[in-house]
């Protein structure tokens, strides 16, 4: 049970979403053009998270959440006649916009059939596999510390409303990963937040921990917060499919908790390279089934009265490959909950989205900076940021588009996000 209580501890502070809740006091326009619908497996009718939708040709575009569902608004002076749909081992698919304008649609995408060449044969048993790759972390991923620049974006909406928004530039000290390599560490560098957001209406919700807490999802370097000691008792894997990504053939592996547990465990999928086993991609969420022992993951403080219960959740972290080392690249985190007041007949939903893409990397000049300069894990940016803003860094972009992708968003930002080279 020592196992199990440490996992729960561990797992409360990647529940990330740790929430602080307190009363609150206090559209589209015709420029523009939605879309929204959901995206599945056409084969097996499941969801499809972390799709990319976008329009061919621009940089417009989203990601699918953890129940497949996509919104996208596109402004009509672009004049864009197609939006495209992708996602890891299917194959893309482009869809006229005037037929996305009747409502929800619901997009289906054909898994791609996958070339197999020469591949390195491995045992069947994915739990092997999966064995193997947590013992190669240390060979496949740096050995070394690298210094890292990210950008961070923070949303919180109500409804369909956004109640919050912020954004970051952060450095990173990326600690090694060989064993005892030391904790990572995240540190503000330039912020701002969006003044341009409803006032919440029942809750104000806050989200401790920001970019600090993303970094537990890279699940090579923690992969014990998931995959603790004697993991094979609580979960069960299974090899899904093999797929090409980066012209590489990879392992689908899925896990999830046994039936006979009844607290709250992940389950998700492994995307793990054949040649070597370095684990290149992970989605994963948390079983929500115990509603009860699950809700007390997230939420730190909350007013009497009110009743939090967590809808879905998804978690997502890629790593991209460099002379034969694998380097954390992108982190995705979503929560939806509802929120409930004593003697009031509805609810009120709220989803929460935290991403993270590394924008710079400096394998050669790695110093860690001290403690108290660090973000930490109760820290909120909300709160933080302004401390942090500076109008002359974001130029012409002293604005937030919260419909824009990351990636977007990245490139509109450009030199500014490549603070080594400065």
């Known amino acids: ?5 440490n996992y729960l501890r561990k797992m409360s502070t990647l529940a990330l979403m740790v929430l602080m809740l307190s009363p609150a006091f206090g559209q589209n326009g015709n420029g523009f053009i939605t879309i929204s619908g959901t995206l599945k497996d056409a084969k097996t009718n499941n969801s499809l998270y972390f799709a990319y939708v976008t329009v061919p ?3 417009i575009g989203t990601v699918s959440n953890s129940e497949g569902e996509f919104t996208l608004k596109i402004n009509r002076s672009i004049d864009a006649k ?31 059939s996958v070339a197999l060449g020469e591949v390195t044969i491995r045992p069947e048993d994915p739990l092997t596999i999966v ?5 190669k972390v240390q060979f496949n991923y740096s050995d070394k510390p690298n210094m890292l620049t ?33 904790g990572d560490r995240v540190k503000l560098y330039k912020g701002r937040k969006s003044a341009n957001v409803k006032k919440a209406d029942t809750l104000a919700v806050k989200l401790q921990g920001g970019p600090s807490v993303s970094l537990l999802l890279d699940v090579a370097k923690n992969a014990d917060v998931i995959f603790f000691e004697d993991f094979e008792d609580y979960y069960e894997f299974r090899i899904d499919d093999v797929v090409t990504i980066d012209d590489k053939i990879s392992y689908v592996i899925s896990f999830a908790q ?31 089934d115990n509603e009860e022992e699950a809700a007390k993951l997230f939420v730190l403080r909350k007013p009497r009265g009110v009743k939090f219960t967590p809808t879905s959740t998804s978690y997502y972290v890629t790593y991209t490959e460099n002379n034969g080392k694998y380097y954390l690249n992108y982190m995705r985190n979503e929560l939806t909950f509802k929120a409930n007041w004593q003697r009031k007949i509805f609810n009120t939903n709220y989803a929460v989205v935290a991403e993270m893409a590394i924008t710079d990397r400096d394998l050669e000049n790695a110093e860690r900076f001290a403690l108290r300069e660090s973000f930490g ?29 990351i990636e977007d968003a990245i490139r509109r930002y450009g030199r500014r996000l490549m603070r080594q080279q400065k």
């Open 82 to 112: 197609e939006v495209e749909f992708s996602h890891l081992g299917y194959k893309s698919k482009r869809i006229a916009l005037n037929k996305l304008l009747n409502g929800a649609v619901e997009v289906k995408l054909e898994p791609a």
């Open 1 to 5: 049970m020592k196992t199990i209580a």
């Open 377 to 405: 894990q109760r820290d909120v940016l909300a709160d933080a940021v302004d401390a942090f803003n500076d109008d002359d860094f974001w130029g012409e972009h002293n604005y937030i588009k919260p419909e824009e992708s």
């Open 131 to 135: 064995k193997e790759a947590l013992r």
């Open 150 to 182: 990210g950008f961070y974006r923070e949303t919180i909406k109500q409804r369909r409303d956004y109640i919050s928004i912020s954004e970051a530039i952060v450095d990173i000290y990326k600690a090694s990963y060989k064993p005892m390599g030391g």
């Open 258 to 288: 046994k039936e006979n547990i009844d607290f709250p465990l992940y389950y998700g999928r492994l995307f793990i390279d054949t040649r070597n086993l370095a684990i290149t991609h992970a989605h994963f969420s948390l079983n929500l």
């Open 57 to 59: 040709g621009t940089h």
